[in-house]
């Protein structure tokens, strides 16, 4: 058999963690075996250099960007994909997040591609009509490839998609990027020198709870004199948290950092990493965590459990409890053999579970197995 032709579909190339995933498959195959080549739907990144299109041209992946704006340009993009899939003729074609998985699997159909595979990064609780479409397409698609057990779980009961389509395979990490060699400038981020942090990492929006973790500061700031709260990521919630921030009196002691390209480095100058999410899939910043030796404190959300393992209960509060988050960030960070225990177990629980090999082997494994018995072709021409 010759090298299996892969199509990775994406609906951008910013950085992400779908992105990264994506970034991370396609510069670590083994190019003897695979040859990927790297759809994007959106226009190629504004700030190019802070995209993932750099690290995917040095390892001479092939880098297409359909130039899609929007939801109204979905059957341009659909027809412009299936003319770049039927002149690569891959075997597979893997996508991920929503809007990539919708057109890459009716285009790749189009096209006579013999397997289709989906990424599912996410318990979807808000947008429920993508459950929908997911459902009413699952057809054209042969395997989906959720980040957890968890978010496989959900799949089944809340999405309804058929059980031996579902495979899971977790994220991964490189380890040999955690701890960072050197720590953030804090000062540059306008923090006080001999300041402690609590950081988040998140946009700034529902799902990541950057509401109910603003709204919950107050009760453990004050227990906590040396540590303040570092915001890093950006959203459509920036300006009202600012402002809560500042009715609340705790303005000078949470940070807001926006987007940044040094996130290892600021997990290096933490204390703690906190995540009040709402929803998830198997959240890249725990796992980053994890293997910058840090604490968690986290909300009982997909994924979490699966990557904390046996030292999940310890960092784990239940959903919209603000006194157990609290109690958790103040009773982790006022024992600092605790902090250290919890920080070394989740070192080495990312070590020996989430490599970010494990992650690439897991992919090659599906799409090999999928090139050697490709699936009936009924699913090119029924819903």
């Known amino acids: 058999m010759g090298k299996i032709g892969v199509a990775l579909c994406i609906t951008e190339l910013d950085v992400g963690g779908a992105e990264r995933c994506l970034t991370e498959l396609a510069t670590r195959l083994d190019r003897r075996r695979f040859e990927p080549v790297v759809y994007c739907l959106g226009p190629r990144p504004a700030n190019e250099e802070a995209s993932c299109v750099p690290a995917l041209e040095a390892a001479d992946v092939k880098v297409h960007c359909l130039g899609g704006r929007g939801n109204w340009q979905v059957l341009k993009m659909i027809g412009t994909l299936t003319k770049h899939l039927a002149s690569q003729e891959p075997q597979i074609l893997q996508s991920f997040l929503f809007h990539a998985n919708i057109v890459g699997r009716i285009a790749a159909c189009k096209a006579g591609i013999r397997s289709v595979a989906s990424g599912i990064r996410v318990a979807e609780r808000k947008s429920r009509w993508h459950l929908w479409v997911d459902w009413l397409t699952r057809r054209k698609v042969d395997r989906y490839v959720c980040v957890s057990q968890a978010v496989r779980d959900f799949c089944v009961s809340e999405a309804r998609l058929p059980p031996e389509k579902l495979v899971v395979i977790p994220n991964g990490i490189d380890l040999d990027k955690y701890p960072a060699k050197r720590l953030a400038d804090l000062a540059a981020l306008g923090i006080p020198t001999g300041r402690r942090l609590v950081?988040?990492?998140g946009r700034l929006d529902r799902q990541k709870g950057a509401s109910w973790?603003?709204?919950?500061?107050?009760?453990?700031?004050?227990?906590l004199p040396d540590f303040d709260l570092l915001l890093v990521g950006e959203g459509p919630l920036r300006t009202r948290?600012?402002?809560?921030?500042?009715?609340a009196g705790i303005a000078g002691r949470v940070h807001f950092a926006g987007w940044r390209g040094d996130v290892p480095e600021i997990l290096a100058a933490s204390g703690l990493l906190v995540l009040p999410s709402v929803w998830e899939g198997m959240p890249n910043v725990v796992l980053e965590a994890m293997a910058s030796r840090l604490p968690v404190v986290a909300r009982d959300v997909e994924g979490v459990r699966e990557l904390l393992g046996p030292a999940a209960d310890r960092q784990i509060v239940s959903l919209g409890n603000s006194q157990a988050l609290a109690d958790k960030v103040v009773s982790t960070l006022r024992d600092q053999s605790l902090a250290a225990t919890l920080g070394d177990a989740n070192r080495r629980r990312a070590e020996e579970n989430f490599g970010i090999l494990r992650m690439v082997r897991g992919y090659e494994s599906l799409w090999e197995s999928l090139a050697a018995d490709p699936p009936h072709d009924a699913k090119k021409i029924f819903f």
């Open 241 to 247: 948290l600012e402002r809560t921030c500042q009715a």
């Open 213 to 223: 973790l603003v709204d919950s500061a107050p009760l453990w700031l004050d227990r």
């Open 199 to 201: 950081t988040f990492v």
